[in-house]
Nanobody, 120 residues
Framework: QVQLVESGGGLVQAGGSLRLSCVAS????????MGWYRQAPGKQRELVAV???????NYANSVKGRFTISRDNAKNTVYLQMNSLKPEDTAVYFC??????????????WGQGTQVIASS
């Protein structure tokens, strides 16, 4: 089994910054891509940013230039630095990782989510 645990969410004024972290643990052989998704009330879950094992990054257009995704492979951790937050960034943010476990089975895993509120 593999677990993802997020931290770093909270309440911030518009224009402020937050940094999310997500640590993967368990029966990990290799972590492939890692990413962040978000879901606002009444909306579908959407991709925010993703980073591959080779550190290729991709961002949603709505966050380009404001958010930065990074990962520390030694710590099995992915980060999301969020700057210039806007009220429309308010959502529950979910960590996602495509993991190959010690049985060499690959599948996506999700964290439990962390709330981010950017107040106007």
């Amino acid at each position: 089994q593999v677990q993802l645990v997020e931290s770093g969410g909270g309440l911030v004024q518009a224009g402020g910054s937050l940094r999310l972290s997500c640590v993967a643990s368990g029966s990990i052989f290799r972590i492939n891509s890692m990413g962040w998704y978000r879901q606002a009330p009444g909306k579908q879950r959407e991709l925010v940013a993703v980073i591959t094992a080779g550190a290729i990054m991709n961002y949603a257009n709505s966050v380009k230039g404001r958010f930065t995704i990074s990962r520390d492979n030694a710590k099995n951790t992915v980060y999301l630095q969020m700057n210039s937050l806007k009220p429309e960034d308010t959502a529950v943010y979910f960590c996602n990782a495509d993991v190959t476990d010690t049985l060499l089975i690959s599948r996506p895993y999700w964290g439990q989510g962390t709330q981010v509120i950017a107040s106007s």
